[in-house]
């Protein structure tokens, strides 16, 4: 896509980003704040030895309770070269990682896709396409063949409170979208004999404080229009106050069991499979320092 005039993210901003940035924060340049094996994500991404994970500046979604908001909404990162990038990705899966896992790297989709070119023939793991879930279908659609499997955040069923929390419009009508395109391309989970994701789709679903009826009906969306035998659901209940989540009287609090297992009941209801977080691992410990490491 023209990064003259870039509609890579929903938002369609137009910007210029060889002489400026984009709403996303981010030039023309790769720019990225951390590369290494992540511990942290779902088992069957992480498995025993990491995700060999690459985390990218700057964001198209501005969310008030975001963990990582040093990078996506604050700009902390380096400016690399795209063969840069290709060499990390390939440093990662010399560590022994699992996979390659791209975290929030929508406005720099073109510059991924020709990393991956660089090492075509070289990395053989899989590669992980970790976002916010607030995509186009039509800049999905340049990843077809590039991605092996989508690990997309389904934050909200109202609009209203996409727009509050997110400053994102049409964020249902836009997401479920996506979410049928990543499904269309890489079709029903496959685990190898140690449970880790060769191929697939995990959607992700963070429960907010006072807002377990919208979780519910994220997660009934999710059971009546994608094939349960063929992706997966990962409830997450590590809803930490970050950011600007004190703007919101709401949102000030962590969730209470009663409200995470009121959500988690309702999966198990509707026969939905994935994985489900202990509550004890609401702990500002889990989020990673950014720090350049392997960049």
């Known amino acids: 896509m023209d990064m003259h005039n870039c509609e890579l993210c929903p938002r369609q901003?137009?910007?210029?980003?060889?002489?400026?940035?984009?709403?996303?924060?981010?030039?023309?340049?790769?720019?990225?704040?951390?590369?290494y094996l992540h511990m942290w994500e779902e088992p069957c991404i992480s498995g025993t030895r990491g995700s060999g994970t690459v985390f990218f500046s700057g964001c198209c979604l501005k969310c008030r309770f975001c963990q990582n908001y040093k990078i996506s909404c604050e700009g902390f990162g380096k400016e690399i070269s795209v063969t840069r990038l290709g060499e990390i990705l390939l440093e990662l899966q010399e560590k022994g990682a699992h996979?390659?896992?791209?975290?929030?790297?929508?406005?720099?989709?073109?510059?991924?896709?020709?990393?991956?070119?660089?090492?075509?023939?070289?990395?053989?793991?899989?590669?992980?396409?970790?976002?916010?879930?607030?995509?186009?279908?039509?800049?999905?659609?340049?990843?077809?063949?590039?991605?092996?499997?989508?690990?997309?955040?389904?934050?909200?069923?109202?609009?209203?409170?996409?727009?509050?929390?997110?400053?994102?419009?049409?964020?249902?009508?836009?997401?479920?979208?996506?979410?049928?395109?990543?499904?269309?391309?890489?079709?029903?989970?496959?685990?190898?004999?140690?449970?880790?994701?060769?191929?697939?789709?995990?959607?992700?679903?963070?429960?907010?404080?006072?807002?377990?009826?919208?979780?519910?009906?994220?997660?009934?969306?999710?059971?009546?229009?994608?094939?349960?035998?063929?992706?997966l659901v990962s409830l997450m209940s590590q809803y930490t106050p970050f950011y600007r989540s004190l703007e919101f009287k709401e949102l000030s609090r962590r969730i209470s069991t009663f409200e995470y297992n009121f959500v988690l009941d309702k999966a198990r209801e509707l026969g939905l499979n994935g994985f489900m977080q202990e509550k004890s691992s609401a702990k500002e410990e889990y989020t990673p320092e950014f720090d350049l490491i392997g960049i």
Request: proline share 3%; hydrophobic share 35%.
């Open 13 to 35: 901003c137009g910007a210029d980003r060889y002489s400026g940035t984009g709403f996303c924060g981010c030039g023309a340049d790769v720019r990225a704040a951390k590369a």
């Open 99 to 231: 996979n390659i896992n791209l975290v929030s790297p929508t406005q720099f989709v073109s510059q991924i896709i020709e990393a991956l070119d660089l090492c075509r023939g070289k990395l053989v793991i899989p590669v992980v396409y970790n976002t916010g879930g607030y995509e186009r279908a039509e800049t999905l659609k340049m990843l077809d063949g590039y991605v092996d499997i989508y690990l997309p955040d389904f934050k909200y069923f109202d609009n209203e409170l996409a727009k509050k929390y997110s400053s994102a419009e049409n964020y249902f009508e836009t997401v479920t979208a996506a979410l049928k395109e990543m499904h269309r391309q890489v079709g029903r989970y496959v685990l190898d004999s140690d449970g880790i994701m060769q191929k697939g789709l995990v959607i992700r679903h963070l429960t907010l404080p006072t807002h377990r009826h919208d979780s519910v009906k994220v997660l009934e969306w999710i059971a009546e229009n994608l094939p349960k035998d063929e992706v």
